[in-house]
């Protein structure tokens, strides 16, 4: 677990390139947003995004002392998560993150450590309101030496929600700026009940017709600054929806888009213990197979890929004939079959394609090296020395966060009940 503040221990190690990444999902969305997919068909034209996320808090229902958007999961702050699914989406164009003076310098460090980039810091108020109105003043005023200029929508989410997907912000802005302003919901869990003054049931409400407000909100940029700029001292002191202030000093009634369940708000200690079982669940999800031989080429390598197709049945499982476009879209988990040379050269050209992209400095890579030695052709020796090799190198690796293994197959001959034995005992 890293120590609160972090960032004192050592030096900043270069980041992932996380800017610019996308898939075939993000280009399509980012072209609605460009105008030139639905978006353009329901007269839609591209607004300039940015947005606010409110880091102010102290966390006091999580019961410890460092707030909860800086506690580590998997040892980078729950922060860095939020900010890399927003920086993520190409369409944003700022993020405002709003930080206590205090742990100003903290966030600096965060921001460099993870290279996380296009990310202004304002202070933060003593409420969330206060907090959100002062990254809107950040976007409003155009100060001389301010790189940020006034968008049409903003978004809104808070730094404690960090599963949060471009799709779900593109449906908010969306409909922010065809109604004025958005927000996520979900079905309540429980029904909301009113007690009374003496703690007896007032009553209850129906839970079906009933919605809990979550994050991201997106707003008509002129709308919700026009709302907090004539909102109350109670408003700003007790308020906590955004779009309620919207609807009180502006009118505007927010179009609400089905969320999902993954944009709740870590809030309790339990909360810390399901993000991380999330991430660790979504980087497990995908496995790339990368091998030297070709693929019209009859040969056990891409038997293995086959197998793991099959075996994997919840896992994506892509071949890496795009490498470096793979490791753009932050897949975790490679296995490296080499067929063509004994000398494992095509492993370490991917070790050195993933220690260039510092990819593992978000999360450890597994590297399962997978080299097949044909055992009438191979002398014992060379078989020890690769075992030796490969050893050297996974010290070395380790280091930099990559986790690589090696799993020699010396073979008589090709057999595929001896194949599916090993599949099973590496993945399973
Ligand atoms: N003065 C504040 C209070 C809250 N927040 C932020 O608003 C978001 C949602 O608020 P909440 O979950 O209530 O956070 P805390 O106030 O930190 O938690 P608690 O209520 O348990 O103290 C968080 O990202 C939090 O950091 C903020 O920017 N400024
Ligand atoms: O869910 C929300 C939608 O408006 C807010 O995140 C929530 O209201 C924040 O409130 P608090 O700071 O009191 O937890």
Redesign the pocket.
Known sequence: MESWPPGGSGPAEAGPRLRGLRGADLAASASLLSGAGAGAEAGCSAPAVAAVLPAG?SGERMGVPTPKQFCPILERPLISYTLQALERVSWIKDIVVAVTGENMEAMKCIIQRYQHKGISLVESGVT?HRSIFNGLKALAEDQPNCRLSKPEVVIIH?AVRPFVEEDVLLKVVTAAKEHGAA?AIRPLVSTVISPSVDGCLDHSLERARHR????P?AFLFDVIYEAYQQCSDYDLEFG????HLALKYCHIKAKLIEGSPDLW?V?YKRDLYAAESIIKERISQQICVVMDAKEDEEHVGHRLEEMLKNELNHVKVTSGRDLQQIILEQCYNFVCVNVMTSDFEETQKLLNMLEESNLSILYPVVVISVQFLDYESVPFGQKMENLMQIREFAKEVKKTNILLYGLLVYYPQWETGLLKAIVDLVFS
Do not use: H, I, P, Y
């Not at 906590?240 to 779009?243: G, S």
């Open positions: 808090g969330r808070d927000g809990a407000s979550e994050m909100q906590t929806e955004c779009l708000k809030t």
